[in-house]
């Protein structure tokens, strides 16, 4: 079964809030959220270097759950939008996901947040949750979105999950064709805006430093 993603840079104005981290880490990498951002993942790397892989500038980047449905007659910055239910909060920055419940026990984390509409910065009447595990050098993150709106939530597509990374990483790397799992060759992006969709092969992609592909 193919996957759907959707990629992009988002260029947007925000207020500076004052940043609550929540933290878990092993010997190979370390991960944080930020409460005042819906509990969204804004830090991922190694432990041992404390170089951040992410781009968490604004509520928009971030590494985050994003789902899209029909036109709500919202905007975003002018643009006209649609029902964009989002973890970390709207495009302006003055509202952030609401988080619910929220736990930390050293080695994985939990959280249940109230997400924001993108372009309308209303609350959306749903629940996003993340599970989240470090094993050796990767982060296995489990979301769930429970959606009990009735109004503009045909859910069209999603982000699988918005994810942003640090520009040194510009080249996304994916397998892209009809014979996958067969060593083929690979497909280099280096995706920009505006958001593009394309197609998974394989259910994997990867974004790799300049000059490395």
């Given at each position: 079964m193919k996957s759907v993603f959707l990629l992009g840079l988002l260029l947007t104005v925000f207020s500076v809030h004052a940043q609550t981290w929540s933290y878990i880490q092993n010997d190979s990498v370390k991960l944080g959220v930020q409460l005042d951002r819906g509990a969204a993942v804004a830090f991922f790397g190694r432990t041992a270097t404390g170089r951040n892989l992410l781009n968490h500038y604004d509520y928009g980047r971030?590494?985050?759950?994003?789902?899209?449905?029909?036109?709500?007659?919202s905007s975003w910055n002018g643009t006209p939008w649609r029902w964009n239910p989002v973890q970390s909060g709207c495009w302006t920055g003055k509202v952030a996901g609401l988080v619910l419940d929220?736990?930390?026990?050293?080695?994985?984390?939990?959280?249940?947040?109230?997400?924001?509409?993108?372009?309308?910065?209303?609350?959306?009447?749903?629940?996003?949750?993340?599970?989240?595990e470090l094993i050796g050098n990767v982060a296995m993150i489990r979301f769930r979105l429970t959606n009990n709106s009735r109004d503009n939530t045909n859910i069209s597509n999603q982000e699988m999950p918005a994810v942003f990374v640090d520009y040194d990483l510009a080249n996304l790397v994916s397998y892209e064709g009809s014979k996958p799992w067969t060593d083929a060759a690979l497909t280099r992006k280096v995706p920009g805006w505006p958001n593009s969709?394309?197609?998974?092969?394989?259910?994997?992609?990867?974004?790799?430093?300049?000059g490395t592909v």
């Open positions: 971030l590494l985050q759950q994003s789902f899209y449905g029909t036109n709500d007659g929220f736990r930390n026990d050293g080695h994985s984390l939990y959280a249940k947040t109230k997400p924001i509409n993108w372009g309308g910065c209303d609350v959306i009447d749903a629940v996003m949750e993340e599970w989240i969709g394309g197609q998974l092969d394989e259910n994997w992609a990867a974004y790799v430093a300049i």
